[in-house]
């Protein structure tokens, strides 16, 4: 493979492997990423994000009980060949979307031990290509991508890139923060410390990390020396840190984002992104906005 083979940016990781213990009990029985946001669930928005971005190679860190997610983009013959009986095109070409979309491969994780852990399960279907990782509880509206500046800056850099999100300061407890400095693209800076989820008064900045990375392949190595650091799990923010701090390497960025973004983290949030998405849809917009209008106007 040439070096500018090994610098292209082709293939994503997925992690998909949480339980899902804040949505119980929809999910005793159904992987979270398989809750849907309007009419697809979750997890398809992150694949079309990926898709969108170039990616078609990706890599699906699962569990247990998550074969629904292996179904939903496989082809189903007779529920395809119901739809076309019934001359329903648009359905059919829907359900077809799903399972057109990418060569999707799965690996099981094992042992939930975080998601430095889970993305070190990618390494031998990465090899030695930089390669996105992509969180389902952060979904980032399809008018506002940044995959693709990241992975500009990725593949013109050669280092590791996350994604970077202005919060409130009494909010950054929640996230992983990142010490930064200026670069010559108003975007993009360069990150010269990370701290996961620090304690309030301690962080660097209001830059929160949100789930979107590129990363290049020497992540691999570093996480498979990375002790279990909060919550005794083996964390990315550690092991960017040591990238971040390497002599000779090719060190860490961010892209700051600015547009659109939809948490699922947790049920108000989810709930929140539903609304969102769906009062933006041509096809849902104007009756959900009008009914939304009447309804708030009777809350106390």
């Known amino acids: 493979m040439s070096d500018e083979s090994q610098r292209t940016v082709r293939k994503a990781v997925i992690p998909v492997a949480g339980l899902g213990t804040r949505f119980l009990p929809a999910t005793k029985a159904t992987p979270k990423e398989m809750l849907p946001v309007v009419d697809k669930p979750a997890i398809q928005y992150v694949v079309e994000e990926a898709a969108d971005a170039g990616l078609q190679d990706l890599l699906m860190i699962t569990g247990r009980n998550k074969r629904p997610l ?15 009986k019934k001359g329903d095109d648009k359905k059919l070409a829907a359900v077809r979307h799903a399972s057109e979309l990418a060569d999707i491969h799965y690996v099981r994780q094992g042992d939930p031990k975080g998601l430095g852990h889970a993305v070190l399960k990618g390494r031998q279907h990465v090899g030695k290509e930089p390669f996105a990782v992509l969180l389902g509880d952060d979904l980032i509206d399809e008018r506002s991508p940044i995959l693709p500046k990241m992975i500009e ?16 300061p009494e909010a950054i407890h929640l996230y992983g923060c990142v010490a930064v400095e200026a ?3 108003d975007e993009v800076v360069k990150v010269t410390g990370l701290v996961e989820k620090p304690e309030t008064g301690e962080a660097p900045s209001n830059l929160a990390i949100i789930g979107r990375y590129v990363l290049a392949p020497e992540i691999f190595d570093v996480l498979e020396t990375t002790e279990p650091g909060r919550g005794n799990e083996i964390q990315l923010t550690d092991a960017l840190q040591v990238l971040a701090e390497q002599e000779g390497g090719n060190g860490v960025y961010g892209v700051i984002f600015k547009g659109a973004r939809y948490d699922t983290g947790d049920k108000l949030d989810y709930l929140k992104a539903v609304v969102q998405i769906a009062s933006s849809r041509e096809d849902l917009g104007a009756d959900l906005n009008s009914w939304l209008k009447e309804y708030v106007a009777t809350l106390p």
């Open 153 to 168: 800056v990725a593949e013109e850099t050669g280092g590791s890139v996350v994604a970077l999100m202005e919060v409130p």
């Open 70 to 84: 292996e179904d939903h983009f496989d082809r189903v013959d007779g529920l395809e060949a119901a739809l076309a």
């Open 183 to 185: 670069t010559d693209d």
